[in-house]
């Protein structure tokens, strides 16, 4: 199975910020990862797909980019709705496997 | 706009069975492949299953292969999940994901509320 690890696995922030999260993956994934954003008993919801496309209705200020086994995911200015678990999931190889998640607190 | 509305969770004893069901709207539902995800209690999302849009192919995790069975009605737009042989380890909330493809290998674009499952004696 691919491994995926997420670091930091917590970071604190404040609003404004410039916040960057790396996923790395045991193997090469080609370009087949999404990134997901979770708050507190909420379902996740898709943010990144194809390791740089945003889903519909994604702010701009989230960009991410990557390929193989390295990819980053950044939010340019972070706003008080952007405090939650974020994870990376590869799609390249089954089964499909997720991150362990990066918690991004409020400072 | 996509819904998808699970349901079927609940308390059940080791050794047990559910079926659960997720009820999808606002999509072409035949055309998008379908996939569960878990998420145990106070951990990270588990993927744990997934079907093609016509529902020939199915995946699954190891941790449920041999025990999980999902499937689709397309003439009713919901996507299934019979779990049997339930663990305590099967304890999570369960999430329906809508897939971006027909296939199921893509990414999630769109996602249920949830259903708990709860295996206890």
């Known amino acids: 199975d691919i491994q995926m690890t997420q670091s930091p696995s917590s970071l604190a922030a404040s609003v404004g910020d410039r916040v960057t999260i790396t996923c790395r993956a045991s193997q090469g994934i080609s370009r087949w990862l999404g990134w997901y954003q979770q708050k507190p008993g909420k379902a996740p919801k898709s943010l990144i797909y194809?390791?740089?496309s945003l889903h519909t209705g994604v702010p701009s200020r989230f960009s991410a980019s990557g390929s193989g086994t390295d990819f980053t995911l950044t939010i340019s200015s972070l706003q008080p709705e952007d405090f939650a678990t974020y994870y990376c999931q590869q799609y390249n190889t089954y089964p499909l496997t997720f991150g362990p998640g990066t918690k991004v607190d409020i400072k | 706009e996509v819904q998808l509305l699970e349901s079927g969770g609940g308390l059940v004893q080791p050794g047990g069975s559910l079926r659960l069901s997720c009820a999808a709207s606002?999509?072409?539902?035949?055309?998008?492949?379908m996939s569960w995800v878990r998420q145990a209690p106070g951990k990270g999302l588990e993927w744990v299953s997934a079907i093609s849009a016509s529902g020939d192919r199915t995946h699954y995790a190891d941790s449920v292969k041999g025990r999980f069975i999902i499937s689709r009605d397309n003439s009713k737009n919901t996507v299934f999940l019979q779990v049997n042989t339930l663990r305590a380890e099967d304890t999570a909330v369960y999430y329906c994901?809508?897939?971006?493809?027909?296939?199921?290998?893509?990414?999630?674009?769109?996602w249920g509320q949830g259903t708990l499952v709860t295996v206890s004696s």
């Open positions: 994901a809508k897939l971006k493809e027909n296939f199921g290998d893509s990414s999630a674009d769109s």
């Open positions: 194809a390791a740089s």
């Open positions: 606002g999509f072409t539902f035949k055309t998008y492949a």
